[in-house]
């Protein structure tokens, strides 16, 4: 089949229309890349190809959008692209290459993510786990993150933040209840403090240090 003509589409694809009525939709990355002309004969395996890197070229387009919005774990990204209905075989490919180049790299997301939720959630190291956990990071790679984040495990003065954000206004002198104690310990874990973290934490409040 003859390539009788191509016309574009609007500023990222083209039809490219074939001497038997079947038309082909490319983008202009895919016909340039290939040097596809009027007069060009294409063959079912290059029909084939073409429509393969087309797909390829905007999955990967469709990956770095979602890239530059935010660092994502492999998972993530996985996840999103396939709801797109993009072959997995496809998706594995651009993924892969996008590990070697490293466009994405789940130590890094790992790392950064860690560093945001502590510093603006104040989260503890336990909540972290289980939220990389669920973007499924690789459990080395968690333990490398968190023991460099928090070198000393869950930080107390993380914990006092949230105590004292809880509290608010309200005295101190009100931990003085075990039933108020035991609710406060639970808000701690909830936050992914460990149960040691938050019993010094409340000390601490009580010493009036984290104030």
């Known amino acids: 089949m003859k390539i009788e003509r191509i016309i574009s589409k609007n500023d990222k694809n083209v039809i490219v229309y074939l001497e038997d009525g079947e038309k082909l939709f490319l983008s202009k990355e895919v016909v340039l890349k290939n040097g596809l002309r009027k007069g060009d004969f294409i063959s079912d395996d290059l029909s084939s190809f073409l429509i393969k890197e087309n797909q390829l070229f905007f999955i990967k387009q469709r990956a770095f959008y979602y890239l530059g919005r935010r660092l994502h774990s492999r998972y993530e990204l996985t996840t999103k692209l396939k709801s797109k209905k993009y072959a997995s075989d496809l998706i594995n490919t651009i993924l892969n290459e996008l590990e070697d180049k490293n466009y994405l790299n789940d130590y890094e997301f790992a790392a950064a993510y860690t560093r945001d939720k502590r510093t603006f959630k104040h989260f503890g190291s336990n909540r972290i786990k289980n939220e990389l956990i669920k973007r499924r990071v690789n459990k080395e790679i968690i333990e490398q993150i968190i023991s460099e984040i928090f070198p000393e495990g869950n930080d107390i003065k993380e914990a006092v933040y949230h ?20 609710k406060l310990i639970s808000f701690l874990i909830s936050k992914g403090f460990d149960f040691e973290t938050a019993k010094l934490a409340i000390e601490e409040v009580e010493k009036g240090k984290g104030q």
């Open 163 to 182: 105590i004292n954000k809880k509290l608010k206004n309200k005295s101190v002198d009100q931990l003085d209840d075990k039933n108020a104690r035991n």
